[in-house]
Structures are given as C-alpha cells and as structure tokens.
C-alpha cells in the first residue's frame, strides 16, 4: 500500500539544503529548533551504547504492499532470544548482517550513515518494575519490548512515550528514515499527570476580537489509571475560562483543546501570558504552565485556530488579510506551502493585497501528507472556514502553492475544479508518485560508480527499481491495490484543468523540483488547454525569494479571471477516481462508479437549451435541471434521448448500457458521503474502540495497536483521538462518528453492536466473507464497512485470527500519504516479510456494500 523511497527523501532533501547552503538537521533549516531540554522530568538513563545493523544501500520500496523482515523477526522472537540472533539476508548482496556495536558522539547522538536504512538496538536494566518516559529522535517506528510505537522521524525532539518497565531487561529497536543520527533516554516524570509544552498548537489573540479561542496542549498519563473528567484553566490577565478535557487512556500522551478569553486591555501589549492549569475531577491541581502568545490585528498578517472534523483535534491556518477592511465579497487567494514550511511563514511571504484575502492552511503539519489524505481534508476545512469568516466571493476563489505546495495546487486544482476560478503552481510536480519516480529516473542516469556511496551496484539499483511479480495474482492484488490511488492520479484528471485559467510558476534552474516537470506540464496543457500562461524566473532556482509565490503577474492573472454562474456554463468535463473524494462540478455529480475507484468521466455540452453528456464508468449521475437553466425537455445522455421537467434534480441509472430515471440512491449505499477505501474510516471525528475481551497478550496487543495509530496520527497529523474500551463503548454516545475497530468478533464486544450484519466476520481462528473461509491464528484483515446507524459515518477494522496475523499487522503505513488501500485486504503472517506475496484478497465493495456485486481479487 506504500509508495514510498527513503531515496526520494534523501535526494530532495539534500538537494534543498545544498540550494539554501545550510548545515544541520532538517528542522533547524526552516527555523524550527529541535527540542533539547527536558521539562517533564529528570534524565534517568541516557543511551550511550547499543548495536546498529546496518541494511546495505537504502531502503527503497516500490512495492505496493509494506514489508519489513528484520521487525517481523523482532516481533516474533522469543523473549529469551538475544538480538544478535535475529539474522537478515540482505536484498541486495544475499549476504547475512550483523549487529555491529555502536557508541554516541556529539550532542549524546549515535551517528552513523547506516541509521537511514538500518536499526538501532538499545537495552537498559532496570531494578524494579517502572513507569518512565522514552524519549528519543530521528528514527521511523520503535518496537519496545516487542510492541510498536510512533518514532520521531523529522527529528523535532517532540516524542514521549510512557513505558511500562520490565525489571530486569527492557529492548528498544529503533528504525532508521531521513537522518544518520539518533538520540535516545528514559525520562522519570515529575507528576504521573502533567503537561508537556512540546507541540503546541495556539493562535494569535485578535486585538479586535473578543470571542474566546482555542488551542491545544499534550498531556502526558504515565499511569495505568483513566484520565477522566478533568478541566483546563486558562487565565489571561483579567480573563479566565475553563474547558472540559477529554478523557485520556493510561500510559499515552494526548493532544487536547482548550479555550482562552481574550482579556479587556489586549490591545496594549505584543505580546501576552496565558497560565493554563490542569485540575483533576477532584479539583485537585496537577500541572501548570505559562504559555506566550503573540497579538496582532486582524487586519495584519495573523493566525486563527478552528476544531476539525476530522478528528476532534485545534488545527491553525494563516492570513494575509485584504487591505481593504471590513469588506464582504472579496477576493479569496489560497495558497497551500510546501514541505517544511509552515502555514504562518506562507502567508508572511505574500504582501497584502488590496482586493483579496490570502489564506494559508496547514497541511496538517509543516510535512503532513503532500496534500493528500488528511492534508486535502485540512484544505477543504480551512477554505469553508475562511469562506464564511471572510465573506468571500465564491466566484473570485483562486488556488496557488508552492513546491509540495505546488504539487498541492495541481492535485487540488484537478480535484476541485469548480471550486477556484484560476490555479497558479509554483515550482510544482502535478503527482507525487511520478515526482518520486522522477528522482529514480534521475538516478538510472548516473554513472556506476556513483552507486559505490550506496554499498550497491548500478545493476543491483536497476533490478530493484523494475518492478516484477512472481506470478500473475501477485500482479494482479497488486494492480487493485493501487487502484485505490487513483484519486491522488492527478495527471489521469488532468482535462479538469479546462474549468479556469492556469498560470505555471518554475525557476528556471530548479534542482529540487526540476524545471522539466514544469515543462512537461506546459507541453501536456498545450495539447488541449487554451487559457494558460507559463514562465520560468531568470536564473531562479527553487526559492529565490517571495517573488518565488508573490508574483505580481501571477495575480493579474488571477484578477482577469472568475467562475462563471451556473447557468453561464455550457460546457463541463470532469473527471474523478472516487466520488467519496471528488463526486461533481457544478450542476452534475458522479454519485456511483460501475468499477470501483477507477477513473469515472462526463463531458457536457449545453446546446440550444439542451444537454448532450457522454459518460465513463458512470453508474448514477445526478442533475440539477434548474442550476443547469435548460429551455428543452430532454437530454442525451451517451446518445440516448430522455425527457424531464427542466427544473428539477433527477438521478439517473446506468444499467447494462441504458440510462433511466430513478430516485435517489439509498443512503445506506456508496455516494459522496462514503464511498471508501478503508482510509476513509480515519475521519468525521473518529474514535478508537479496542479490544479488551481476549487473552492478556490479544488484549495488549490490540489496545497497544489502537496507540500506536493514536501516537502516528497526532505525529503526522496534529491529530487527537480518543481511544475507548470495547466495554466502555455505547454507540449512542457516538453518534455519526466514524469508529476503528480493534480486535474481532471473539474478544471485542462492539463488534457485535456494529458488525452483526457485515458480510465480513472475524473471530478467533477464523475470516468468513462470503462464502469463503479462512482458518487460523495467522490471517489479518483491513476493511471499512457503513455503520448502519448513521447516514453518514464508517467502521474501520482493523483485526486479525490470533496474536500472529496481528503482528503482521504492525505496519500501519495507512496513515501516511501516498499509501493505497482498497475497501478490504486480508492477509497473512507473510506480508511483513514478503509483502505482496501474503495478501490473500483483496477489493472493493459493491455500491450496496455487497461481496456479491463486488470486484475482488482471491489467490487461490
């Protein structure tokens, strides 16, 4: 489900810091200092020594499906097995690796080029049963003790993690990703309930502004205990108010809201003193912390906060207001940063205009995901919130970005076309994954010995960059595993660009985005396109100042240009991978596919007060006769004739190739609203629900997995999810929220209050869909399903036979963008060594949420 290059990182990476000629990690290029100092407690052990194994090369993986052998070896050893045991053949030379010994340097940091690739084993002996912090920086994932967790792979020093302590020998075994360094130690807390100030999200407090606003704290619960019905107190000068907490599941860290009242005399001051207080339900006072935030005007550049639907969670965006003041229906310029960058500094790069608002979201994070998934959920949420705050012009609404975000540009641009009015991508790739496989064609180019810096050889390189398959099912789960991607296929939605204007942005010698995409694009819109405008900066490389995004031809370009009414349309084409993604434009909507998550199509034409559409892949269309103001009663639809009044919504029906009038689908079936694949599940406030009803080590595994998304969506995300007890669980008390089933029929009770009637049915030792079995404690499935009492809200699942078919499990690479899963994929304890080789099925539901109608793969 991945489509994922350590190499990509590396090379773009490294390409940017060359273009900025700065030393040091990543986070310290844009401005972001690393944490360092420790405030939650003091230092008990600090890891000085521990053993590296070093994979030869780099990790590179063009496989659809994740895998990772030397952590199912980890995951699967006895306790009494030592590391160096755990033996690995590596892919490339055949040869067994070896745990090598390894000491930290400067700074405490192991260091070591094999960290990118490789792993890191740590151990302490502790002399009693303990609960202590981990804390540790640079790596991907670290299992400990033999259960995953989240890593800190941007190296901003933000992870903590509660651990119980084994006494006697506790095993750390960290990941390598974008660094050759690692840090790592153990924290003995100051309170067993506290505050942490890594990570905060707050706004700026509006001097003009009096409503109260949000922002958002970790809290860190190293006990074994519920956290529940505590409060936040935030008093600012003269203002003070207090917000209820969520409740918080034992030995995690979570990010909560709470609100701040803006005090009377805000207007004198820069800046100002938020004291923010945590009182259990007891009253009782556990931790306090003084936290600054700045002040500004609203009508200067500033930041607000918002709660997101997606998940509970305060998330920011950032604003460039218009020059022109307390005027409704403006101008609305959005403009979506690039990788590192954040939302604040996006914005501060544009002077303000003075017929139009410019506002940045986040992306979820500086990283976040390229836009897609959960960033392209935070784009739609921003412009909604900044559309109604702003009072926008609807048809004056134009799109814009740069690097990733100018990737974000073209893939929002293509999704959304009747949502902006022009699009200008600066220095962007139209789609991620060609842009990856852009940096691998790059390397096919270099001489061999280039390849020596690798530990590989140029031919090694080159069988590892083909992708092959054993068999034919192997190519074909492979083929409707990324089909699931299509919606992120920018270029196979390209047509849709022919909505507005674009206007193409490049350096003319950009090295990390390189100027060719740009000209590959000019020469694909020429070919169909007639309203586009393309310029390569003099000399520019892939920043060369503001101008780099606040270009003044760039925005005459936007001023000439607006939506047109509906009415004013005669001609639509649209294109979409899913309805649950992108469903219409303007007056006509895609509601099903006949395959799913293929490309579905119509072309319209409004000739003579009639409309002429042609469809592809279409199932049920939808209508607005009276948005689309015809003067005729009929229609041709792929060359049939109908007749309706002209002022109505109808729905249509593709049925073997005859188009005829039906009422509008059941909810209960796929639509816009959900639609899967089972990525879907992870929004519309999702809650957590996992298992407690098996064996002691079932129980631990499934309540530590249900973390492990919790730790992985708040680092990639911003997120904040609640975790629940399958016994704590009342569906009521959820109502239209997505819930992540964790566990199965046998040892979690929700599943019974969600599942019963779900054509798929997991218990202990057993998968039944259909009619198809599977028996054994080694399956595990992924699958999203409706819940059916709700209009709107999904079931993910994420459950497995036994404790083995959970471990290969582990790898939840489907909260990271970039990654495809269909609606189902079963599986076995094979995947996480020999990936595409252990799925056993895998596909799409039917529009009824079916098998029977349904299109899925089975190896036999």
């Known amino acids: 489900m991945k489509f994922s290059w350590l190499l990509f990182s590396l090379l773009a990476v490294t390409s940017l810091s060359f273009a900025q000629n700065q030393q040091g990690n990543i986070v310290q290029y844009f401005g972001k200092e690393k944490v360092e100092d420790v405030n939650e407690g003091e230092i008990l052990h600090l890891f000085t020594e521990g053993l590296i194994l070093k994979k030869q090369g780099f990790t590179f993986n063009n496989d659809a499906v994740s895998n990772d052998p030397v952590f199912a070896q980890i995951l699967n050893k006895k306790v009494n097995t030592s590391i160096e045991e755990i033996k690995i053949i590596d892919a490339f030379s055949g040869k067994t690796l070896e745990w090598e010994p390894l000491k930290t340097q400067e700074k405490n940091e192991f260091a070591d080029r094999g960290l990118r690739s490789g792993y890191l084993y740590l151990e302490y002996n502790s002399e009693t049963e303990q609960t202590v912090l981990f804390e540790a920086s640079g790596h991907t994932n670290v299992l400990i003790n033999g259960l995953p967790h989240e890593g800190d792979h941007y190296d901003f020093g933000w992870n903590l993690i509660p651990v119980k302590l084994n006494k006697g020998k506790n095993e750390f075994v960290l990941s390598g990703g974008?660094?050759?360094?690692?840090?790592?130690?153990?924290?003995?807390?100051?309170?067993?309930?506290?505050?942490?100030?890594?990570?905060?999200?707050?706004?700026?407090?509006?001097?003009?502004?009096?409503?109260?606003?949000?922002?958002?704290?970790?809290?860190?619960?190293?006990?074994?205990?519920?956290?529940?019905?505590?409060?936040?107190?935030?008093?600012?000068?003269?203002?003070?108010?207090?917000?209820?907490?969520?409740?918080?599941?034992?030995?995690?860290?979570?990010?909560?809201?709470?609100?701040?009242?803006?005090?009377?005399?805000?207007?004198?001051?820069?800046?100002?003193?938020?004291?923010?207080?945590?009182?259990?339900?007891?009253?009782?006072?556990?931790?306090?912390?003084?936290?600054?935030?700045?002040?500004?005007?609203?009508?200067?550049h500033h930041k607000n906060t918002f709660i997101s639907q997606v998940d509970g969670s305060v998330q920011y965006y950032s604003l460039a207001p218009s020059l022109t003041k307390d005027t409704d229906n403006q101008a609305l310029f959005f403009s979506v940063h690039g990788a590192?960058?954040?939302?604040?500094?996006?914005?501060?790069?544009?002077?303000?205009?003075?017929?139009?608002?410019?506002?940045?979201?986040?992306?979820?994070?500086?990283?976040?995901?390229?836009?897609?998934?959960?960033?392209?959920?935070?784009?739609?949420?921003?412009?909604?919130?900044?559309?109604?705050?702003?009072?926008?012009?609807?048809?004056?609404?134009?799109?814009?970005?740069?690097?990733?975000?100018?990737?974000?540009?073209?893939?929002?641009?293509?999704?959304?076309?009747?949502?902006?009015?022009?699009?200008?991508?600066?220095?962007?790739?139209?789609?991620?994954?060609?842009?990856?496989?852009?940096?691998?064609?790059?390397?096919?180019?270099?001489?061999?010995?280039?390849?020596?810096?690798?530990?590989?050889?140029?031919?090694?390189?080159?069988?590892?960059a083909t992708l092959t398959f054993n068999n034919d099912i192997d190519a074909h789960l492979d083929s409707i595993i990324r089909r699931a991607g299509n919606p992120s296929r920018t270029l196979k939605l390209k047509r849709n660009y022919l909505h507005y204007g674009v206007y193409i942005l490049h350096g003319e010698k950009d090295n990390v985005v390189p100027t060719s995409i740009a000209r590959d694009m000019r020469a694909q819109l020429g070919s169909f396109h007639k309203d586009f405008s393309y310029y390569e900066y003099p000399d520019g490389t892939h920043w060369y100042g503001d101008e780099s995004v606040d270009y003044p031809l760039l925005f005459d370009f936007f001023k000439a240009r607006k939506i047109k009414a509906s009415e004013d349309i005669d001609e639509i084409e649209f294109s979409t991978g899913s309805p649950g993604v992108s469903a219409g434009s303007h007056y006509v909507s895609i509601l099903q596919q006949k395959k799913p998550f293929e490309i579905s199509s119509f072309k319209l034409k409004k000739e003579d007060g009639k409309l002429n559409i042609t469809t592809i892949n279409t199932a049920v269309l939808r209508i607005d006769l009276q948005n689309a103001a015809i003067t005729n009663d009929t229609l041709a639809i792929d060359n049939q004739q109908l007749t309706f009044p002209s002022k109505e919504t109808i729905y249509l029906e593709n049925n073997l190739g005859t188009w005829a009038r039906i009422n509008a689908p059941q909810v209960s079936e796929k639509g816009p609203h959900r639609n899967g694949g089972f990525k879907d599940a992870f929004r519309n406030n999702m809650v957590f629900v996992y298992a407690s009803n098996g064996s002691n080590e079932e129980n631990e595994w499934y309540y530590n997995r249900a973390k492990f998304d919790a730790e992985k969506f708040w680092y990639r995300a911003n997120g904040s999810v609640e975790l629940v007890k399958d016994r704590d669980f009342k569906a009521s008390n959820y109502l239209d929220q997505n819930i992540i089933i964790y566990g199965n029929k046998s040892n979690n009770t929700a599943w019974n209050k969600l599942l019963k009637d779900s054509p798929i049915q997991v218990s202990t030792n057993k998968i039944e869909m259909g009619s198809k079995s599977l028996i054994g404690d080694s399956w595990g499935a992924l699958f999203i399903y409706p819940r059916t009492d709700s209009d709107t809200a999904s079931i993910g699942v994420v459950t497995a036979t036994g404790i083995v078919g959970m471990k290969a499990a582990y790898a939840n690479d489907y909260l990271e963008n970039g990654t495809t899963f269909p609606d189902v994929l079963i599986f076995d304890n094979t995947m996480l060594t020999k990936g595409i080789e252990g799925v056993k099925a895998s596909g799409f539901f039917g529009n009824d949420w079916s098998v029977d109608k349904g299109d899925f793969i089975w190896r036999n």
């Open 178 to 300: 974008r660094f050759a360094t690692m840090r790592a130690r153990l924290l003995k807390a100051d309170q067993p309930i506290q505050f942490t100030k890594r990570d905060l999200t707050l706004p700026d407090l509006l001097i003009e502004e009096s409503k109260p606003v949000y922002g958002a704290i970790r809290v860190t619960n190293t006990t074994d205990d519920w956290f529940k019905n505590g409060k936040i107190h935030v008093k600012i000068g003269d203002a003070e108010i207090s917000s209820q907490v969520p409740n918080i599941s034992p030995l995690i860290v979570r990010k909560v809201p709470f609100k701040m009242a803006i005090p009377k005399n805000v207007a004198q001051q820069e800046t100002v003193n938020a004291v923010i207080t945590l009182i259990d339900k007891s009253g009782k006072t556990l931790s306090t912390e003084t936290l600054e935030l700045a002040v500004k005007s609203k009508y200067k």
């Open 340 to 464: 590192s960058v954040e939302a604040v500094n996006q914005a501060n790069a544009y002077k303000q205009k003075d017929w139009g608002h410019l506002v940045a979201p986040t992306n979820r994070r500086p990283y976040g995901f390229a836009w897609e998934d959960w960033g392209r959920l935070d784009a739609l949420e921003v412009l909604d919130v900044a559309e109604k705050l702003l009072n926008t012009d609807k048809q004056h609404t134009y799109l814009t970005g740069h690097s990733m975000g100018g990737h974000g540009t073209w893939y929002l641009g293509a999704t959304y076309p009747d949502r902006f009015a022009a699009i200008a991508p600066c220095a962007g790739y139209p789609d991620l994954l060609l842009y990856r496989n852009n940096s691998i064609e790059r390397m096919k180019e270099m001489p061999a010995e280039s390849f020596d810096r690798f530990g590989i050889t140029k031919d090694d390189f080159l069988k590892k």
